[in-house]
C-alpha cells in the first residue's frame, strides 16, 4: 500500500527562520509533487520533482528527491509570512499515467511576523 | 476566470438531505478528478474520468455517492442520505491528460458540513 508521511505536522516559526518539511515513503516514486494550499483554498503546485537526486529552487523555496526516489524534503529560507499554509506532498495513485494522486497528511506552516 | 470551478462553495445541510456539488474543469481538459479532504489531512482520491467516462472509483466512495460527467465537460457529484462523517471538503481538478500534458489543476473546493 502505498503511504506518505510528512513530518512535522505542525510548525510555528518566527519570521525569517528557516525550515525543512519531510515527506517520506517505504514506496518508489516516479515523481512527487509539492503543493500548497491556504485555507478555504485548493492545492497549488509549487514543483515536480521527477529524478531521484533531484534539486529544484524555487525563490527561497528548495526541494530536493532522494536518491532512490523514496522521500523528499521542501526547505523554506528566511521564512516569511507570507509562506504561511498547509504544505502537502504528492505522488501518483497506483500505475499508469492516470494523473490520480496520492497525498501526505500535510504540514501545517505558521510564520509570525 | 478559466480555472476549475466549483460550486457551492459551502453547503450546510441536515442529515439525511442530498447534495450535489458541481464542477466545471479547464477547458479542453479531458480528465476530471474528484478529491474529499477533511481537516488536518491531505485530500484523497475518490474518482476520475476521461471525458465522460468515469474510469475508476475509490472504495471511499460509498453507494451514496454518485458522480457524473455526461457530455465530457463539466460533472456532478451528488452525495445522498448524507451522514456527519461526510463533512469535508470535495475537491474536484481537471488536467489534459496527455504525456506533456498531465499537470492537475484544482478548483477552490466545495465546503460540506452535515449537521
Known amino acids: 500500500t502505498q503511504l506518505l508521511e510528512q513530518s512535522p505536522q505542525f510548525l510555528s516559526i518566527q519570521e525569517g527562520e528557516n525550515l525543512t518539511v519531510y515527506c517520506n515513503s517505504s514506496s518508489v516514486f516516479s515523481s512527487l509533487q509539492w503543493y500548497r494550499q491556504e485555507p478555504g483554498e485548493g492545492p497549488v503546485l509549487l514543483v515536480t520533482v521527477v529524478t531521484g537526486g533531484e534539486v529544484k529552487k524555487l525563490k527561497r523555496l528548495t526541494f530536493q528527491f532522494g536518491d532512490a526516489r523514496k522521500d523528499s524534503s521542501l526547505h523554506i529560507t528566511a521564512a516569511q509570512p507570507g509562506d504561511t499554509g498547509l504544505y502537502l506532498c504528492?505522488?501518483?495513485?497506483?500505475?499508469?499515467?492516470?494523473?490520480?494522486?496520492?497525498f501526505g497528511q500535510g504540514t501545517t506552516l505558521q510564520v509570525k511576523p | 476566470d478559466t480555472g476549475v470551478s466549483q460550486n457551492p462553495r459551502h453547503k450546510i445541510t441536515k442529515r439525511g438531505q442530498n447534495v450535489t456539488f458541481r464542477c466545471d474543469p479547464i477547458?479542453?481538459?479531458?480528465?476530471l478528478y474528484w478529491y474529499r479532504q477533511t481537516l488536518g489531512q491531505g485530500p484523497e482520491f475518490l474518482t476520475y474520468?476521461?471525458?465522460?467516462?468515469?474510469?475508476?472509483k475509490s472504495r471511499l466512495l460509498s453507494d451514496r455517492f454518485s458522480a457524473e460527467r455526461p457530455k465530457g465537460s463539466f460533472s456532478t457529484l451528488e452525495i445522498q442520505r448524507t451522514e456527519q462523517g461526510d463533512s469535508a471538503m470535495y475537491l474536484c481538478?481537471?488536467?489534459?491528460?496527455?504525456?506533456?500534458?498531465?499537470?492537475?489543476?484544482f478548483g477552490e473546493g466545495s465546503w460540506l458540513t452535515v449537521v
Open positions: 481538478a481537471s488536467s489534459l491528460g496527455t504525456d506533456s500534458g498531465n499537470t492537475i489543476y
Open positions: 504528492a505522488g501518483p495513485l497506483g500505475s499508469g499515467n492516470t494523473g490520480k494522486l496520492i
Open positions: 474520468f476521461q471525458n465522460e467516462a468515469q474510469l475508476e
Open positions: 477547458s479542453e481538459h479531458n480528465r
